[in-house]
C-alpha cells in the first residue's frame, strides 16, 4: 500500500503542472494579503475620505468640525440634514460601523460648537450633548451585515469540497481508462488498492491545507515586514471581515489566541469540512467506478455536481438564525453530507449547545464508517469489471 | 506445476469460459488460440485472480505468493503515459515487493536486453508501439516470475522484434519456466509452442502437445509453384486445396499417398516444391 500511495502522491504534486499552479497560488495569495495598496494603487478613491452632502442650520461650522476622514461633496451618496428633531442621515447604501461612527463624531463636535455658540451656558451643553438624536435611513436594509462572513465561509467550503472532491476521482477514471489497473490488480489486491485510494484522499486534503497554510504563513510575513498588516487590517474591518479593529497582526493573533470558543468553533467546524470532503470523495470514487470511459465519466458525475450545487443552494436560502435555530436548517446539520456546511453554519450563527453538534458528528463519523465498508464491496467488484468484453461469445 | 480443473466464468447470461482442463509443467509454453471473445483473455484474468471462477480448480505449487509467481503482459496497453520508462518499471517492480538493488539490477539487465536503455527517461507516450510492448514485457519478467502469461505478445512488432521476444520466451522456458501466450500469428508460435489449446466460444475445441497432434494427423501439405491453375485439386487424394497467388497448397488426406500425389505432377513445370506436416493454421482452421 506503501507504494500505491507514495507513487499516487508524487505523480499529482511533483510535476510541472504542479508547480505552476504553486506559483499562481502564492501570486494569489500575495494580491490577497497586499490587497489594499493594490486597490489604491488601480482605484484612487479607495481610502478617500467619505464625502457626504450636508443640510445644517450653520454649514461654515459643520465644515469646520469635520475630520480628515470625511469630505462634503453635494454629489455624494450620504446625506446629513439637521432638522428641529435633531439629524437625518440618509445613504444609498448601508453604512459601515466606523462609518458611522466618523459621522457621529462630526455632528457631535459640530452640535456642541453651535451650542455653546448659541447658549454659552456649559451645563445645558452637555445636556445636550447627551441626547442628541439621530436617525439612520438607508435605501439597502443592513440585516445581511452580520451574515457577511458566514457566506463568505459556506462559499468558501463549497468551492474547496468540489474541488478536492473531485480530485480522486479522476484518478480512478484516469486508472480504468489506460487499462493500469489490469497490470496492477497482479500485484496488489482490489481491496488494498481501494483503502490505498480513501488514504491518498485523505492524505491529499491535508497535503493542499498544509500548502495553503505555507503560502499563507509566508503571505502574513511577508506583510508583516511591509507594514506589521495595518493597512490590511483596516480594509478588512472595513469591509467588515473584521468585527474589531486591529492595528496589526500581533494584536489580531493576541486577540484570536485567547478567545478559545471561537478557535474550538472553527476547529469543529473543520472537521464537519474534512467529514463531508471525504464522505463527497467516497461518493464520487464509487460511482466513477462504474465508468468506462472519460465521456461516461462526465455523464455520471455531473448530476452529482448538481446535487452539491442544491445543497449549497439550501444552505444559502436557510442562511439565517430563525432556520439555523429551530427550522429546516436545524434538522439538515444532522444530516450527512448536508450537516457539512450546516453545522459549521449553526455554530457560526446560532451557537447550538454541545450536545448537537456532538450528535451531528457521530451521525456524519458513522455514515462516513459506513460508507467506507460498503464502498469496498463496490468498488472491488466494479473496477475491474470486463463483463463488456466478452459479450461476443455468448451461449 | 499448473493444473485447471474444469474451470468455469460465467458472466451474468454469457460464458466466458466452459469446463477447461490443462496441465502445464515446467519448460511448458502454452499456446492458448482461439477468435476474439473465444475466452482467452477470460482465462488468463483467471488464473491472475482479476476475476473470480464460477467453478472449477487452479492448481499451483503449494504456499506461493501469487502476486510474484505471475509475471502478465496484458493485451491492450497498460501502462501510465504520461511516466518515464524507468519510473514506471520501477513503481511496478515495486508493487512485486522486490528492493530498490535488484530492481536497479534487473532493470539495466532487461532494458539492455531488449535495446531499451537509451529510452529510460523518454516518457511512455513518445515510445513506438513496439517498444511500449517492450516495457510492458520488461514489467512482466522483471521480478523473474515462475509462470509468464503474455496476452498477445507479439502484436505491433516488427520482424526484429518478434525474434527478439521468440528468444526470450525459449529462454525462459529453458529455465523451467511456464509461459501462457496467445497470439493470432500461428507460425510464430507453432516454432517454440510445445502445447496449444483452442478456444471457441469459451470451450476447449482443440488441446495437447503440438508435435503430438501433428504427427498423429494423418494428413500431409504439398507446395508447389507455377500452378495458378491448381490443376491438381481434383485428384482424389486432395482435401483441400490453396492458392496463393503463384503457389499451390494441397492438402493430402493420407500421408500414404503423398508418393501417388507426386506421380502425378508435372514436376518440368515446377522449381519450388515443399512437402511438410498439417500446419497449426491448418489445425485451428479445421477445429474452428
Redesign the interface.
Known sequence: MK??IQ?SLA?RYVNKTNKIVLVVLFVIFMVLGFIDPIVKFFNNEFNEPLKIRINVLNNQLFMDNLIQEISVDQEASISIVEDTEGFIVTSTDALQDIEKAMIENVIQNYERDRMIQEVPESIYVFERMATIPINYEFDQDDIHQKTDSLFFVITGIYFVMLGFAGMLASEVVAEKT???????????SLKTLYYSKIVIGWLSILIQVSVGAVLFIVTIVIRNMYDQGKGLLKTLHDINLLTDSFENFNELLVSVFSNREMILDLIIGLIFLFIGILFIQMLLVLITTKVTSIEEAGALQNPFYILLLIIYYVAMLLNNPVSMSVGMGRWLSFMPLFSMLFMPARIMMVSPPFSEVFISLVISGFFLVLLVKYGENVYVRNI?N??K??????? | MLEIKNLTKI??????LSNLSFKCDNHDILGILGH????K??LF?LL????HKTEGEIIMKEGINK?TY?G?L?E??????D?SVEKQII??S???KMDKEKIIDSMNYWLDRFEMSPYRKTTIRELSKGNQQKVQFI?ALIHNPHILILDEPLTGLDANNVKLFKQIMIEQSKMGKIILLSSHQYEELEEFCSQVILLK??VNVLSGYLNQLKQTDPRLCITINNDKEMKYQTNEHVCRSDSMGNFSRYILSDKSKQFDFLDRIDLTAITYMKVEQITLRDLVQEAS
Open positions: 507504494e500505491l507513487f505523480r489506460s487499462n493500469i489497473l489490469e497490470i496492477i490488480g497482479t500485484s496488489v475491474l470486463f463483463t468484453r466478452v459479450k461476443k461469445s455468448t451461449v | 458472466y451474468g447470461k454469457t460464458v466466458g476474439n471473445g473465444s475466452g483473455t477470460t484474468r491472475l485472480g482479476l476475476i502476486q505471475f502478465y496484458p491492450e496497453r497498460s501502462l501510465y503515459k511516466i513503481y511496478l515495486k508493487l512485486k514489467c466460444k469459451g
